[in-house]
């Protein structure tokens, strides 16, 4: 195994979380295996916050030296919610112990969806353990005030600065990958809270990045409301008037409102990467660019950028192939931004590869969007792997491959292999036909996407008969419907998380994603016999390829038993078929020790069955 594979493994990530009154940063740093909040001061000293179990985020209570830290078990992702007061009260990273609980029922999740100085706004699945109720929760006494709005995922809120209002968005109910911004009057003195749409509840559109102007008489939020791409909005509560501000035409824009109500920090999402800019909130206008590492991007809005209180700097996560995760400080007044973390100091002298964009035909005349990563070095005629390519699938579906620093993408470059990343329909990024192009029974149109990147190999100079597939999530399932659905062309499959059989996914998955998930799918009392039939696990017996599983045991997502099902029927049929399980992870390897255990036993996998097809 080639020896930079470690190092890779090995790198130090970062994320930005928020900003304080007294430029101080709150961030996420893995180096202790998992991501555990730091402090980084204005002079650029480090200092780590907490040594939880398991990964952490947080937020800062605005006003406080104190932070509001999220943390579940496990990786099961029933977030609870803790203070921790600052400076560290006993001069060393907070334990479990040492946080004061805010709230807590493991049962449940509790997740935070906006902190002000004298109380927060969390989500929660506690009354049934299925819809998300909005819950007001004051910071001096405790008190609650629980929202039952409605049975539905409400996910984004922002309290008005007047606390009158509280914004959010809500999953949708009848389409795929939409969520409606909805108002609500905190001060209703019938004493009831009644939801006034700002977006119409049955249109098919993403909202998103909910924030108020500063004196609440507007709200500002990203949406492709009757758009193909996303733009960026203002709604006036007074005559309730929605004017567009930031539009583009062929890409989608995201907009984070600065607290003075003056500017706004606008993504525009190109192919992936991230190009910024300010514009002015009253009027849209172009000010000025931001410049960031070019061909990177501002890593998927969670967390998002952060605006300091006095709205002169703001905070972001960046990633491009050759940074893995760094922390941002960009200054409003010189345009200007600087790291303040180096992740790629543990690369030492690796060159990571750098993506090809390429625009691969599908027999319908559309066009998949495709990164290709080229392994450095390869040599055909001593290098057994020269030639092979693995086709590597996001999650979601509705997500974005963007060119940022994927760990199982080096890794697999660094092993010789040509790395396709493609945007196969379904994804997000490329405007509103393509990420719907795969919902409800168009499923297997999405696979058929796997057949023309197939068929492409040879214009990139590599082995249709050394191809293998390799995803995480709904980009498992994509390796498995491509092994069972295509058989004569993939030589190998790596399905991490995935999904086997769409009919027990929904049955055991977990109330609130299958709620969530059958708009996308179908649901089981209308489609049953359509996401049978659209199953891998239905055609097992049609699988030829061996198949190496990775999951974790606290999936709440993705039960195990998608893992064990498929492992038990092929191994069963006397198919080469491994599994890992972790006893400690939840959807997906967030513990940098499991990955250094798991990664390299793939990779192994896929060069030993890859290499016997040369020629």
Not at 34 to 42: A, D, F, K, V
Not at 242 to 263: E, R
Not at 488 to 514: C, H, M, N, P
Not at 570 to 575: A, I, P
């Amino acid at each position: 195994m080639p020896t930079d594979i470690p190092q890779i493994l090995d790198i130090r990530l970062y994320q930005a979380f928020d900003l304080d009154a007294g430029g101080r940063v709150l961030a996420g740093d893995d180096d202790t295996g998992s991501s555990q909040l730091i402090e980084i001061g204005p002079d650029g000293t480090s200092t780590p916050l907490t040594a939880l179990p398991g990964a952490c985020a947080g937020r800062y209570v605005p006003g406080e030296r104190s932070v509001i830290v999220s943390h579940d078990e496990g990786g099961n992702e029933r977030q609870q919610l803790s203070i921790l007061r600052l400076p560290l009260p006993h001069g060393r990273p907070a334990t479990l112990e040492d946080l004061e609980p805010l709230v807590r029922d493991p049962r449940y999740i509790h997740r935070l969806a906006d902190a002000r100085a004298d109380q927060i706004c969390y989500v929660t699945n506690r009354r049934n353990g299925v819809a998300f109720d909005p819950v007001i929760r004051r910071l001096d006494d405790g008190s609650e005030r629980v929202l039952v709005l409605a049975d539905a995922m409400f996910d984004e809120a922002a309290i008005s600065p007047d606390g009158r209002w509280l914004a959010m968005t809500v999953v949708s109910a009848v389409t795929a990958a939409s969520a409606h911004v909805v108002l609500v009057d905190l001060t209703d003195p019938a004493g009831q809270e009644r939801m006034a749409e700002v977006t119409p509840a049955d249109a098919a559109a993403l909202n998103s990045a909910l924030a108020w102007a500063p004196d609440s008489s507007a709200l500002y939020f990203s949406s492709n409301l009757e758009r193909e791409f996303t733009g960026i909005a203002r709604y006036e509560l007074a005559g309730a008037t929605l004017t567009w501000l930031v539009t583009a035409d062929d890409a989608d824009l995201t907009g984070w409102l600065s607290p003075d109500g003056k500017v706004i920090l606008v993504e525009r999402n190109h192919s992936g990467a991230s190009l910024l800019a300010l514009h002015d909130a009253p009027t849209g206008a172009r000010l000025a660019d931001l410049p960031i590492p070019a061909g990177g991007s501002v890593t998927d809005h969670r967390p998002p950028p952060r605006w300091a209180p006095d709205s002169a700097t703001v905070v972001m996560t960046f990633t491009s192939s050759e940074l893995p995760g760094d922390v941002l400080l960009a200054d409003r007044a010189n345009q200007s931004a600087r790291p303040l973390t180096d992740s790629a100091r543990r690369l030492g002298g690796i060159r990571p590869a750098v993506p090809e964009m390429h625009q691969v035909p599908a027999p319908d005349g559309s066009h998949v969007p495709c990164m290709v990563y080229r392994s450095a070095g390869a040599d055909g005629r001593t290098d057994p792997l020269a030639g092979s390519a693995v086709v590597v699938v996001h999650g979601g579906p509705e997500a974005q491959a963007k060119p940022g620093f994927s760990t199982y993408v080096q890794v697999l470059a660094a092993a010789g292999h040509a790395v396709l990343v493609p945007n196969v329909r379904g994804s997000t990024g490329f405007g509103k036909r393509w990420y719907t192009a795969d919902d409800g029974h168009r499923r297997l149109d999405s696979v058929a996407d796997l057949a023309a990147l197939h068929a492409y190999l040879p214009a990139l100079g590599l082995n249709q008969a050394m191809a293998a597939l390799w995803g995480g999530s709904y980009g498992g399932y994509m390796v498995l419907a491509g092994l069972a659905f295509q058989p004569e062309l993939w030589a190998a499959g790596v399905d991490i998380v995935g999904i086997a059989s769409l009919v027990t996914f929904l049955e055991k998955t977990s109330a609130y994603r299958r709620a969530y998930r059958e708009r996308e799918y179908g649901t089981l009392a209308r489609d049953r016999d359509f996401l049978h039939s659209v199953s891998p696990l239905t055609r097992v017996e049609d699988i030829r390829a061996p198949l190496f599983i990775i999951h974790g045991a606290n999936d709440p997502r993705v039960p195990l038993s998608e893992a064990e099902q498929i492992h038990a029927a092929m191994t069963s049929r006397g198919r080469e078929c491994h599994l890992l399980v972790y006893g400690d992870e939840g959807h997906g390897l967030a513990k940098r020790a499991n990955r250094a255990d798991a990664v390299p036993q793939a990779v192994a996998f896929l060069a030993r069955h890859l290499a016997v097809q040369k020629g």
